[in-house]
């Protein structure tokens, strides 16, 4: 059986984080292993209150795991500082970890910073460089590249730059855009178009961890990239589509959606 590590912060409420990850492994037929980051205090309204593991037992779960059930794929999704980045770089690179892909998540939908201000320049020279294909959005891409990016030429421009100076693929996420929801594949030099259609839906809590891990799912199958990324794209919309309407606020999706009726 093929294996996913998500290296990625708890969501108590289920909806992101780790749990969102291993639901999506686990829909995917795979086996999900999971290194925690921070835990968090959440529901559908927002983040109230992160508490980070220290670097050291982040790096022991790490070990723990790569010197046992090997994973095909690694995700990387939410680090809160410097000390966790550089465990998780030197566990990356000493045991030749394959297929990372990055969720460069920052700040929460809610707007909650889940990253020290202190560690950004660290996250960009150290870490980002070290993935294979990178998931940002909109906001986080502008940030990332101290840009703005309101057109699909700029959109264009944008994926040209990020793959310039982190060495991968980019798959720029198009959600937080107008009108439609497209996304914007740069591989092997080339910019693709990935159209999809807006579901209207409040039920969006989660999103952005459950499309990695889903591309993680594909390249651990040994899928090319753009048939991991539509079809993770595919899944993503169809668990939004489900719509469990759950809780007070931005809801989760419905990660099983093909297996049950909820």
Not at 143 to 159: D, G
Request: aromatic share 6%; net charge neutral; glycine share 12%.
């Amino acid at each position: 059986m093929k294996t996913v590590l998500t290296i990625a912060g708890s969501d108590c409420s289920g909806g992101a984080g780790i749990q969102a990850d291993l639901k999506t492994i686990a829909a995917h037929g795979l086996y999900g292993e999971s290194a925690v980051t921070a835990l968090t205090a959440q529901n559908t309204l927002g983040v109230a209150e992160v508490v980070p593991v220290s670097p050291d037992f982040l790096e022991k779960q790490l070990e723990c795991i790569f010197t046992d059930i090997v994973p095909d794929a690694v995700k990387v999704g939410m680090v809160t500082g410097i000390g966790q980045m550089a465990a998780i770089k030197h566990c990356l690179l000493r045991y030749h970890a394959k297929n990372i892909v990055m969720d460069t998540v920052m700040v929460s939908t809610s707007g909650k910073n889940l990253m020290e201000p202190e560690a950004f320049e660290y996250y960009k020279k150290e870490l980002l460089p070290l993935a294979g294909l990178y998931t940002p959005n909109l906001p986080e891409a502008e940030a990332l590249l101290k840009t703005t990016i309101k057109t699909r030429e700029e959109r264009v421009a944008a994926v040209r730059e990020f793959a310039l100076q982190y060495k991968g693929i980019v798959f720029l996420k198009g959600g937080h855009g107008q009108g439609c929801a497209d996304d914007l594949l740069f591989y092997k030099g080339e910019p693709l178009w990935v159209p999809g259609k807006r579901i209207e839906s409040r039920n969006t809590h989660g999103t952005g961890c459950t499309l990695s891990s889903a591309i993680a799912c594909g390249l651990a199958l040994g899928f090319g990239v753009e048939k991991s990324v539509r079809d993770a794209k595919a899944y993503v919309s169809g668990a939004i589509a489900a719509g469990m309407d759950l809780g007070k606020g931005n809801g989760p999706l419905n990660h099983m959606y093909k297996y049950t009726n909820l």
